[in-house]
């Protein structure tokens, strides 16, 4: 399969089965950071990889790109062995905090870019003056890099991602270290590669702009995945809480609401929040009534990717063997 | 032809970033100035000023241009992973033997330039002190050009897997020894152990020797060379850095970018 040949909601991205051992110590021992991870990405859809620092996401995009070699399964893009390179013409890659030639100026490295990319000399030249200009830095482009500032240098690294127009562009932590209004055009700036039809895979923690944006994610930790799946649907299946908001309740009868219901307690001056399974809301109701309390509100709250993120993370036990969610820990 | 277009684009760059080095320009201003100090030593002298002043200049000439290639060459991979540049080249459709070779390529034309600037001086002064400039000098030079080329090798060599500090100890080591490697030699066949000749034979042959780029003393007293003297040392230099680029290419594919 050719990315010209991709259809919508074809896989563009396959990883089944990816370890990854980093050697250490003379190479005698071992750390494995990937246990056998899978997941796909398919045509024109934005997909989050998230997961907590050190999870493996870096690992993980860095062995899309060839800058690292898997240990163990398989990894393509378009149909091509990620070793390969010759695909790479349509793909794009924004790595994390990116770093450039700083002796060159904004026009000068792109330029350098187009070439490496394949970009030919008739079209090099409008492509670089449209790139600068999309990214908002025609008037830095003939600045020296190192006169610019970080959310400068991310703006160059977006437009070095999509030079030689590339229809599957990946982004580690695209939002890090911008300030609101950079995280803004950004995210505007993703969807709007997603309307003109490119795949997006965007590492990131920053859950917000993931519920804002992505159509899928995947839940990294600790190497293995934990969750993968539209996001929509994850919110809805997440399970939902209700915040209830009582006063009039003894210390004691606080203290037995919390036990009975699991619920998480914060104080209101002289009313306390209570938060619950939104199944235990109608039993919660009659047991703050028949505990001489009064409901002052009850609501229902959706569920967040972050709360569903802390869940899988806190939920990350020892991985057991012979399964996805394998892990290995540290092997000799 | 394609690979060609993207190994020119990374030589280019690498010729780009070393032209806006400042360290290179300090370097080939000491050159120069050693150059331009040849010609007050010479005057000192009563006897074989032209030799004294040739002596000096063809020496600034090569160990300023190893000095170059060592100190540029031995950070040419290690920077571009230090500062992550290396992420979005090979992110491109460029494989790393490609890169590599682009790097090598870059910085040997970087230091053949640079070169050239000491030359142009070295004839400077050469006709203003009536020294004779020929063929055998214009040999010496080729030589010695082809040993520097072989000295980035060296370089990039040690820069594919270990660090500046310990890559510069490295290249220079193997400077030093390789000019050497020829006299160890004559010493071991000279000697009555069978295997001390044979280990110091093993030595030349592993080891480059760098006194076949050496026409100094040829250039200095006007010496004749034949095509030979040139092109089997040229032979020789190039096949050696192209097992020396091979074996960093081998290493540099299999490392890790972390």
């Known amino acids: 399969m050719s990315s010209t040949e991709a259809q919508h909601g074809d896989e ?51 062995i899309l790109m060839g800058l690292i070699r898997s240990s163990g399964g398989s990894a393509s893009i378009l149909g091509h062995d990620v070793r390969e390179t010759a695909f790479r013409k349509h793909i794009g890659f924004l790595p994390e905090n990116p770093s450039f030639y700083d002796f060159l100026t904004g026009r000068e490295i792109l330029t350098f870019y187009a070439k490496l990319s394949g970009v030919s000399g008739s079209q090099r030249v409008e492509r670089v003056a449209t790139l600068l200009k999309w990214v908002g830095l025609t008037q830095a482009a003939d600045s020296r890099l190192r006169t610019y500032s970080k959310g400068m240098l991310q703006r160059v690294g977006i437009a070095q991602a999509l030079v ?22 950004i995210r505007d700036l993703i969807l709007r590669l997603r309307a003109e039809g490119k795949t997006v895979f965007m590492n990131t923690h920053i859950l917000p702009d993931v519920e804002m944006v992505c159509d ?5 930790v600790q190497g293995c995945i934990r969750y993968q799946g539209d996001t929509q649907e994850l919110l809805v299946e997440g399970e939902r809480e209700t915040e209830l908001v009582a006063a009039g309740l003894s210390a004691h009868s606080v203290v037995d609401l919390e036990e009975r219901f699991a619920a998480r ?28 309390g009064r409901v002052v509100s009850v609501a229902p709250q959706r569920a967040s990717l972050e709360s569903l993120f802390l869940s899988a993370v806190e939920n990350a036990e020892a991985p057991e063997s012979g399964s996805a969610l394998t892990g290995m820990g540290e092997v000799e | ?49 032209e030799r004294i002043l040739q002596d000096i200049g063809i020496a600034a000439i090569r160990l300023f241009g190893v000095a170059i290639a060592v100190f540029v060459g031995v950070g040419l991979i290690h920077r571009e992973v230090d500062r992550r540049t290396v992420y979005t080249i090979l992110s491109k459709p460029l494989s790393r033997t490609e890169f590599l070779i682009g790097k090598y390529v870059g910085l040997v034309f970087t230091v053949w330039m640079q070169m050239g600037v000491m030359i142009v001086a070295f004839a400077g002064v050469s006709l203003a002190m009536d020294a004779p400039l020929g063929a055998v000098h214009a040999a010496a030079f080729a030589l010695t050009g082809v040993e520097l080329a072989l000295m980035v090798a060296v370089a990039t060599l040690f820069s594919a897997f270990t660090t500046p500090m310990l890559a510069s100890y490295f290249s220079v080591g193997v400077w030093v020894v390789g000019h050497l490697t020829r006299n160890l030699r ?73």
């Open chain 1, 164 to 185: 030689h127009e590339p229809s599957v562009v990946f982004l580690d932590e695209p939002m890090s270290g911008l300030d609101p209004i950079g995280r803004v055009e």
């Open chain 1, 265 to 292: 307690l914060r104080g209101l001056g002289d009313r306390i929040e209570l938060r619950f399974a939104e199944k235990n809301t109608d039993e919660m109701i009659r047991a703050v009534l028949d505990s001489g």
């Open chain 1, 216 to 220: 899928r994610v995947a839940i990294i």
């Open chain 1, 12 to 62: 563009i991205v396959r990883v089944e089965n990816v370890v990854k051992d980093f050697r250490s110590g003379f190479g005698l021992r071992k750390k494995r950071v990937l246990h056998g991870i899978s997941f796909s990405v398919r045509q024109g859809e934005i997909f989050g990889f998230v997961g907590p620092n050190g999870a493996g996401k870096t690992t993980t995009l860095k």
């Open chain 2, 186 to 258: 004559d010493l071991g066949a000279a000697s009555d152990s069978g295997a001390v000749a044979a280990i110091t034979a093993a030595i030349h042959r592993v080891l480059p020797d760098l006194e076949a780029f050496n026409l100094s003393t040829e250039a200095v007293h006007g010496l004749a060379v034949t095509a030979s003297d040139v092109l089997l040392p040229v032979a020789y230099g190039a096949g050696y850095a192209v097992i020396l680029l091979v074996i960093a290419t081998l290493i540099f594919e299999r490392r890790d970018f972390r």
């Open chain 2, 1 to 49: 032809m394609i690979a060609a277009r993207r190994i020119l684009a990374i030589a280019m760059n690498t010729w780009r970033e070393a032209v806006r080095n400042k360290l290179l320009y300090t370097l080939l201003f000491f050159a120069l100035l050693l150059i331009a100090v040849s010609v007050f030593v010479a005057t000192l002298s009563y006897v074989e000023r």
